[in-house]
């Protein structure tokens, strides 16, 4: 079957099957979709289907001439889906579109997830020249993925979507064995200093800057995933917080109240540190400075490397963050 692609400036809207839409933009950025945008680029592809563990996730691959195989491509997407599955337990949808659009070049370019009423959907742009290895060392679509496991939030609460992508998609690569302890934390080591509040800082809520948006929504859940398995002994994670999201029935189609989501994520691990993280952060600009943190993980970079201190009070913590457990 050949399904289009029809594509707005800068994303697409997806699959037109027979004339209907079977998924469409629906972001919610408050300005007003204009339709005449629709057609502002098309591509053709074929649909296939991938299955497993009950989901279906229908990829749509532009008909172009990539390097790679049709075969290798669909590897990869069902390669990403699982790192996102063995992290929430399950896809956090049981069906998804992902559509992949060509570029020129030989890299992963952007991606996008969104949700409308019953599909979830990420467009990926790839390079015709990207070869697998790319493919494999990338993160762009795990994180789009991790997207689906969250419900669209007022717009003020952009950060926790992002945060959230940043943040589980180097711990969910890192549980995979997909990425070391030592990248994992050279990527926080370099990304997570980006969220610290500026002296203008309002809190999470009311500063949405790329840095506080993606890097403050990180530090968020690097906090939290610290706080929970403090004060639970290690026996609850951000991990079971976030699964307590999904198994509630949140997910990228559909809305949520932050407050009502952090509950319910609060009580899949008996304690309420994120409603307590969330009250500290949302409208102040709480955490500003990452050196006693770095040392009480034990980590920390010496030229071109990562160095951990053993002795360090968390690093049991450390440890456990990014252990391989597949
Ligand atoms: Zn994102």
Same mark, same amino acid.
């Given at each position: ?47 296939? /289907? ?65 949700? /409308? ?94 840095? %506080? ?45 932050? %407050? ?6 609060? %009580? ?26 770095? %040392? ?31």
């Amino acid at each position: 079957m050949r399904r289009k692609i029809v594509c707005t400036a800068g994303s697409i809207v997806l699959a037109i099957v027979n004339g209907a839409a079977v998924a469409e933009e629906h972001f919610t950025s408050g300005a007003s979709r204009d339709t005449s945008e629709l057609v502002a680029s098309e591509a053709m592809g074929e649909v296939e /289907t991938i299955l497993f563990d009950g989901v279906r996730i229908h990829l749509l691959i532009e008909d172009q001439p990539f390097d790679l195989s049709r075969a290798e491509i669909r590897d990869w997407v069902r390669q990403c889906a699982r790192v996102v599955a063995h992290y929430y337990g399950r896809f956090p949808v049981d069906d998804a579109w992902v559509a992949i659009r060509a570029r020129r070049g030989a890299r992963v370019f952007s991606g996008r997830a969104f949700g /409308t009423a019953g599909s979830a959907v990420v467009n990926v742009d790839i390079g015709l020249r990207v070869s697998r290895d790319t493919l494999d060392a990338d993160w762009v679509l795990i994180h789009e993925m991790i997207h689906f496991a969250f419900p669209g939030v007022a717009r003020r609460h952009h950060w926790i979507e992002e945060g959230l992508s940043v943040y589980v998609e180097a711990i969910a690569r890192a549980n995979t064995g997909a990425l070391s302890a030592e990248s994992v934390w050279r990527g926080f080591l370099a990304g997570m200093p980006r969220g610290l509040p500026q002296p203008d800082d309002r809190g999470l809520d009311y500063t949405p800057t790329w840095g %506080r948006t993606y890097w403050g929504g990180a530090l968020f859940c690097l906090l939290a995933d610290i706080r929970i398995r403090e004060q639970t002994d290690g026996r609850r994670t951000l991990r079971d917080a976030l699964r307590g999201i999904v198994d509630a029935g949140y997910d990228i189609t559909q809305r949520g109240d932050l %407050r009502e989501v952090l509950t319910i994520a609060d %009580r899949a691990t008996g304690v309420s540190v994120l409603i307590g993280l969330y009250d500290e952060m949302r409208d102040q600009p709480g955490i500003d400075d990452l050196d006693s943190l770095w %040392r009480s993980l034990g980590v920390s970079e010496q030229g071109q490397s990562v160095v951990f201190d053993e002795q360090a009070p968390l690093s049991e913590i450390r440890h456990a963050l990014t252990m391989r457990d597949l």
